[in-house]
Nanobody
Framework: VQLQASGGGLVQPGGSLRLSCAASGLTFSTHSMGWFRQAPGEEREFVGGVSWSTGTTQYADSVKGRFTCSRDNAKNAVYLWMNSLKPEDTAVYYC????????????????WGKGTLVTVSS
């Protein structure tokens, strides 16, 4: 299984970015897909996710109303649209997958990709 996140970069406060995660080696439609982030010196935390069965999304309180997750089962891809970015959103962002379940704890995810760095700074 490979999960490849991309789309990170440097953005000014208030700006937007779209992260993408391309999945391979798994039956994508049977996996819930989550986005997590880890800032220097901090624990890895849940950001947002989309379930495998109904496509229901869930978000951390810190990003509600600013971030949106979506998935494209035809392309084996999941996206994280990030708007109104703040300096505290600076972190390495990871996508992760779990089969046939909906859980958003980092410990519960089965597969992880390498992260992509998002830096929000003026």
């Amino acid at each position: 299984v490979q999960l490849q996140a991309s789309g990170g970069g440097l953005v000014q406060p208030g700006g937007s970015l779209r992260l993408s995660c391309a999945a391979s080696g798994l039956t994508f439609s049977t996996h819930s897909m989550g986005w997590f982030r880890q800032a220097p010196g901090e624990e890895r935390e849940f950001v947002g996710g989309v379930s495998w069965s109904t496509g229901t999304t869930q978000y951390a309180d810190s990003v509600k109303g600013r971030f949106t997750c979506s998935r494209d089962n035809a392309k084996n891809a999941v996206y994280l649209w990030m708007n109104s970015l703040k300096p505290e959103d600076t972190a390495v962002y990871y996508c992760a997958a779990i089969r046939w379940r909906v859980t958003w704890s980092p410990e519960g995810m089965e597969y992880w990709g390498k992260g992509t760095l998002v830096t929000v700074s003026s």
